[in-house]
């Protein structure tokens, strides 16, 4: 992320996205009834009310809309901004009218706040110290292998396959089975791995990863160079990714990546919950309490519930977050795109790790 100007006396900042992970931080930071201003096209008509509808033609512009919602388009990586125009030329005549912008990597736009809450700041700045590529993985066993892309919002899961091996008292028949099993995950590998040149590592359970890692240095180089790891863990597939997330194996190689400290997060709060020593709590009204004592160690925020509740409950729940920051407490909004996010959702969207207990 570019930062070009940031102005809190103003309220806005004027930042650019460089990458899909831009994307996803401002999906999360710019919130309904923001401003956001930015080049665009609108089509115009035309100032004869004889003219043909033909002639109405569209033209670049400078607009500012105030958000009534987003769209995550991750089919053409943009962001759809659709709002009401509060700024425009006077010759366009359209204040007040609705308008979608669409942004996109490499182009710059001011959002305007009335209120600039630390933790979104915070992200901004982060995001635009960031500077390491997405991590590659494939998780694989002899009955499957995924390949997914870890970024900064989650899981991407590009694509995987079945195959069971034959038994190791068919030696020939599953080494042939091996290879070609082999051929098809480097194939698929290859096709993730080369637009984004991206570290890869390897994990799964057992010898078979330890192969396969062979294999790839054996008949791509190119792949080769770029592997970091490769690491064992219970299970394959998806859920081996999870696991190896979870588990922290992956924690030396992932420091710029924001999902593994969500998940670590969780993993924090579950555990302090299983132990019932009253130091983590969930739900809306009991994190409100906390916060209103000062308890709040770490704020957890599912990211749909930010974006997606009613105006009510978005002020009550920023004012429990100026609240937490005020008594130093840190917030982390977590994405609902992998499992720690949807797990928070379960329990209501809003919990807190406490600095104390609370009865």
């Not at 984004?196 to 890692?213: E, M, N, Q, T, W």
Request: aromatic share 6%; with cysteine.
């Amino acid at each position: 992320m570019k930062i070009f100007r940031i102005d809190l006396k103003k309220g806005f900042a004027k930042v650019m996205p460089e990458s899909l992970d831009d994307l996803w931080h401002l999906y999360n930071i710019i919130l309904e009834k923001d401003e956001v201003h930015a080049r665009t096209t609108r089509q115009t008509k035309p100032d004869d009310q004889y003219a043909r509808p033909t002639k109405a033609k569209r033209v670049p512009v400078n607009l500012g809309v105030q958000v009534e919602k987003m769209f995550w388009d991750r089919i053409l990586n943009r962001l759809r901004i659709n709002g009401i125009v509060c700024e425009a030329p006077e010759k366009l005549s359209i204040k007040g009218s609705r308008h979608t912008i669409n942004v996109t990597v490499n182009k710059p736009i001011t959002i305007v706040k009335k209120r600039w809450l630390k933790h979104q700041l915070d992200r901004l700045k982060k995001a635009s110290r960031i500077t390491a590529a997405p991590l590659t993985i494939i998780s694989m066993d002899d009955e499957e292998y995924c390949v997914a892309v870890l970024r900064q919002y989650g899981i991407e899961t590009k694509i995987g396959e079945r195959s069971k091996l034959p038994g190791k008292l068919e030696a020939e028949k599953r080494t042939k089975a091996k290879q070609l099993f082999f051929k098809r995950a480097l194939k698929s590998l290859r096709e993730t791995w080369v637009p984004l040149h991206s570290p890869i590592v390897i994990i799964g359970p057992g010898f078979i990863k330890d192969d396969f890692a062979g294999y790839v240095k054996n008949e791509a180089k190119d792949v080769a160079a770029s592997i970091i790891g490769v690491k064992g863990v219970n299970s394959a597939g998806l859920s081996g990714i999870q696991e190896s997330l979870r588990s922290g194996i992956l924690s030396n190689m992932l420091e710029h990546v924001r999902v593994a400290d969500e998940m670590n997060a969780m993993e924090k709060f579950l555990a302090r919950l299983g132990k019932g020593k009253n130091n983590a709590t969930y739900g809306f009204s009991d994190v409100e309490k906390a916060a209103n004592y000062g308890a709040v160690e770490k704020l957890l925020v599912a990211d749909s519930t930010l974006r997606e509740t009613t105006d009510e409950k978005r002020i009550a729940l920023e004012k429990i977050m100026k609240t937490v920051e005020e008594a130093r407490g840190e917030i982390m909004v977590l994405s609902t795109e992998h499992e720690a996010g949807t797990k928070l959702l379960s329990l209501g969207g809003v919990a807190a790790l406490l600095r104390f207990p609370l009865l």
